[in-house]
């Protein structure tokens, strides 16, 4: 499944995910999650740790850039602050164990704003594996089991979660965030937001990266390395695989002429759009059309706003 961070979603944004309040009783929010064949959710990050333990299917899971597979069995953590979404392949079904909380609740001695950091670059910073793997999916399932029945449940899971962090601090070197960084992070999401919605509103015009990173208040090599951290791609990369999504979308959905979808998408030279298309797609847009893809659902803002969605 081709997947950019704003595939065909009209907001082209991450969202800051607003997580409903932690059972105080547990510590954590723990919950079953069954997105549908064909989903794609938003791009979205939330102060919460987040920890997925995939119970059957497969689906390709994106953090900070990175996308990679998961199946089942599979363990993934996603840090607070991280920008992370995932996508289905449309014949699939998978259900996950969803498990939220704030590492501050746990301990005095931990940091509310604490980074999981230094376990190497790529999926192995998120996918955990081996032994410790195993451990925090039977934990996870006993979190989940313990948090639906009626005795000692409160005493139950926090059994069980107090496990799951002693795995996660013996395998992660446990780093404060301090208050500075924290409040410049967030707002540079936030102007990542805006910039990343301005390319999605106007494509045939989007924001220089000189202008991208003066709206983000930044130097233009910082921003182009932050950029690239943050969503896998460089910024002028980013912006063609945008125009080809929407291009792509446009080409199954309505019936213009090729090359006013071109122009709509940014694209003035129909031979740089039809040689970008190809490079991505493998065919024509004349041929891609004929084959009329189903194109995936997306989470919708109010869904994510609400922390209805763990993806």
């Given at each position: 499944m081709n997947s950019c961070w704003n595939d065909f979603e009209p907001a082209g944004k991450p969202y800051h995910e607003k997580i409903p309040t932690l059972d105080p009783s547990t510590g954590c929010r723990v919950f079953y999650d069954t997105p549908p064949g064909g989903f794609v959710s938003c791009p979205h990050w939330h102060e919460a740790v987040?920890?997925?333990?995939?119970?059957?299917?497969?689906?390709?899971?994106?953090?900070?850039?990175?996308?990679?597979?998961?199946?089942?069995?599979?363990?993934?953590?996603?840090?607070?602050?991280?920008?992370?979404?995932?996508?289905?392949?449309?014949?699939?079904?998978?259900?996950?164990?969803?498990?939220?909380?704030?590492?501050?609740?746990?301990?005095?001695?931990?940091?509310?704003?604490?980074?999981?950091?230094?376990?190497?670059?790529?999926?192995?910073?998120?996918?955990?594996?081996g032994e410790t793997g195993r451990r925090i999916y039977e934990y996870s399932a006993a979190v989940m089991q313990e948090d639906q029945s009626i005795t000692a449940r409160a005493l139950a899971v926090r059994g069980y979660m107090y496990l799951i962090l002693t795995e996660l601090l013996r395998l992660y070197p446990c780093q404060a965030m301090g208050e500075k960084r924290y409040v410049s992070l967030r707002s540079q999401l936030q102007d990542l937001a805006g910039i990343l919605a301005r390319i999605n509103a106007d494509l045939s015009a989007p924001p220089t990266l000189s202008e991208a990173a003066s709206i983000a208040g930044m130097s233009a090599a910082y921003f182009s390395r932050f950029f690239k951290h943050k969503l896998g791609k460089g910024y002028i990369e980013y912006i063609h695989e945008t125009r080809l999504n929407r291009s792509a979308h446009l080409l199954c959905s309505t019936q213009l002429p090729i090359g006013e979808i071109a122009l709509q998408t940014g694209f003035n030279s129909a031979n740089f759009f039809n040689r970008l298309f190809i490079r991505r797609y493998g065919v024509t847009p004349t041929q891609f059309r004929k084959s009329s893809p189903s194109f995936p659902m997306t989470d919708s803002p109010a869904d994510l706003i609400s922390g209805s969605s763990g993806r």
């Open positions: 987040e920890i997925m333990s995939v119970l059957k299917g497969t689906a390709v899971k994106t953090v900070n850039g990175v996308s990679f597979s998961v199946n089942a069995g599979d363990v993934i953590i996603v840090g607070g602050m991280d920008i992370h979404n995932m996508s289905v392949p449309a014949d699939e079904h998978p259900q996950f164990i969803v498990i939220q909380f704030i590492p501050s609740d746990w301990d005095d001695n931990l940091p509310e704003k604490m980074l999981l950091s230094g376990r190497g670059e790529g999926k192995e910073r998120y996918l955990i594996s």
